[in-house]
């Protein structure tokens, strides 16, 4: 089965930290990275989207983070 996650945290190392994590974990770069600023906490924000494929079928209960 092919899973997919939206990976986001503020603008700083912590971002970089876990989209590297992500890859060594087998998860794939899926697009473009994105980066907005959050108005409501007055602070710049990244996102990247990671995909991968599993044996197994789809269930919502999967623990994507766990994959």
């Given at each position: 089965m092919q899973l997919y996650r939206f990976l986001t945290a503020d603008d700083t190392s912590a971002f970089c930290h876990k989209v590297t994590?992500?890859?060594?974990?087998?998860w794939v770069l899926h697009g473009n990275p994105t980066?907005?600023?959050?108005?409501?906490?007055?602070?710049?924000?990244?996102?990247?989207?990671?995909?991968?494929?599993?044996?197994?079928?789809?269930?919502p209960e999967i623990k994507l983070g766990d994959q």
């Open positions: 994590d992500a890859l060594n974990k087998g980066y907005a600023f959050d108005a409501a906490n007055g602070v710049m924000r990244c996102g990247q989207a990671v995909t991968k494929e599993v044996p197994g079928t789809y269930s």
